[in-house]
């Protein structure tokens, strides 16, 4: 049972970890809006879109803090209900006069210490089904990570309506001239028709087999691809180890 | 009201290479329906773009994108400009992405040619290519409304 409270203590202070981090992601997302307010004022309109991406990137960073937190405090909750057995939906309380233990004063906790028949700190499987599959531990759907699948719903279909949205950004209004269209259009056939081709120079013998992969023609300096969401990579580890080893613990207890 | 069927059956030809029929379409359209005929294909190229960059659209994503279609234009005169394409995709993910780099010449030319490669490449697409259209105008007729 100690290691079990040791996980929880690990897993508490991983939640700690990531809860404290929402303190410098606020700041520096308040310094690059700072910072994008004044490269726009000088007219760089580039770095400013730059910065405001970056800023993007940290609120979805943010958002996958929240959610990984709240992971964490879930774990550490399921942890401390199977050390105690007395909190969630799936524990039975032992009932007025202990009557799940029994009598004969044989259940003691794990330093040898008989263990009062008033309490509820009489493991689970003692208590419950005698054989429980170790699932009841995790609560979620055993194939999918708690983290994974609430992260799934927050981000449902958010692309298509992102660009419905934001798309009238290029919006031409009322008083905009767009006297080029037919123009632009008619000749924009030639390229669609006369030169697209997607799978490259044609197939002059039956040797050469098309790879279906355009090479990279444009070899672009990655700075400006800020991914503040590689901050969290070594928590989330930390914190998939916490599940796969919670539900060994489970799987151990069963079996022993 | 702009012809908004004629604008259907235009970027259906644009979208499926099929120049000659193209031009003769445009050729057709009003003067003054260009306006509205530029919004429309934003909007078809909002929908067909939002569809294959839902799941992800993240700038790596979206820098794949453009050099396919780099090499799919590879041949095309004036020449195709990756970083303007960049913008175009990025003005639908991220807020605050601004188009004063890209002519309104180029927005138009760009998308269209997106709007043909996504149609070619993607089978879900181009299989359902009239419901794409129609999506497009209904977006399109949201903008104008709120204009």
Redesign the interface.
Known sequence: MTSVRELAEKIESDRQLTEDLSAPIAGIKDELEGL?AQARALGI??V??VL??A??SLEEAESSRVVLQGGLEKARWQVMSAVHGNIGPGAKGSGPGGSFIAADGKITTADGSPVNPHLDAVPPHLRQDPSPTGDELSGVDPSISPFQKEHENAEA????S???R?????????G???????Q???????????????W?PSVQTTVEVPTGQ?????N?PEA??IRAGDVFSTTIVVAAFAVEALSRIGRKKDNG | MADYPLFRK?VKT?AL????K??EL??E?R?ED??E???Y???M???T???I?????S??AI?KL???M????????PPFK?MAMEV?F????????????VS??D???F???AI??IV??HPEVFAQLDTFLAEAES?ALE??S??
């Open positions: 994008a309109e580039r400013a879109g405001e991406q800023k993007g279909d958010r692309g298509m992102k660009a419905r934001l798309g009238r950004g290029m919006v031409r209004s009322a905009d001239i767009a006297d080029y269209s037919k632009t259009s008619s000749s924009t056939t030639f390229d669609l028709d006369d030169d697209y081709d997607p490259g355009p090479p990279v023609f444009f672009r400006d691809d | 235009i644009l290479g099929e120049g000659a193209g031009r445009i050729a359209m003067n260009q306006r005929y530029a919004n294909v934003s909007a190229f909002a929908e773009a939002g569809h960059l839902d799941k992800d659209h700038l790596a820098k453009v050099d396919e780099a090499y799919a234009y590879r041949k095309v005169d990756p175009l990025r003005v639908l993910f991220y807020e605050g992405q601004t188009l004063d780099e309104p010449q927005q138009l030319r998308q269209l040619m043909r490669m070619d490449k977006l903008w104008e709120e204009a």
